[in-house]
């Protein structure tokens, strides 16, 4: 179960969050791995807390160059050297407002495996697509140009995450069947491109408008192996709710 704060939060605001997550939180240690994506201004603080707790502190982008002159990016390398073991690559924020290619995904992506990063890619259509019947056209150009780029890695070293646009931040969701379909067929096409074993161990979450009163028909789907969530995220009680529905 992952929280992606999004803009949200300061330092003090974080160090709060993470003193209350963390000691309830070990009642689902070994069952469900949490994971937190922060600001890059209280990333390090979040990882320098999760120590040792097995929540996976996170970034929610960074650019694929290790450094150089990339005035306003932070690198992989740095991700690390702060303690973050993941990273949030093209959510559709970043696609849509920050126009991040699918070019550019799949570069970032290649390059959290080979640095020790966790990915977790975003992928997922507009409304306009979905009303067009294009949802799976857009969805799997978008695993395609992920996949066909991640050289070696195995399925457990990628997460992605279904989060069509339309539901993210709108308390609109995917129905549970419209989630189960669109991550079934992600999961059939990991095992065409790259076989059954990367295809079963790849995560996949689903994303958009997540809350307490329906992450459990949610998470009763097949294929749904978890929750990325931004809205009910930010208070702990029920950021723990959803982990502990994650569990059931
Ligand atoms: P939401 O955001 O839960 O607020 O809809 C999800 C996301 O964008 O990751």
Known sequence: MAANWKMHKTVREAQDYMAALLPRVADFAGE????????????????????????????????????????????????????????????????????????????KARRAVEAGLLPVVCVGETKEERDAGRMWEKVSGQVRAVVEGLGEASGGQVVLAYEPIWAIGTGETASPEDAQDAIGRIRELLGELRGGEFASEARILYGGSIKPGNISEIMAQKDVDGGLVGGASLEVGSFLELVGAARD
């Open 32 to 107: 469900v791995d949490v994971a937190v994506f922060a600001p890059f201004t209280c990333l390090s603080e979040v990882a320098r807390m999760a120590e040792g707790s097995g929540v996976i502190a996170g970034a929610q982008n960074f650019f694929y160059e290790d450094s150089g002159a990339f005035t306003g990016e932070v690198s992989a390398p740095m991700l690390l050297d702060v303690g973050a073991r993941a990273s949030i690559i093209g959510h559709s924020e970043r696609r849509e407002l920050f126009c991040e290619t699918d070019e550019a995904v799949a570069r």
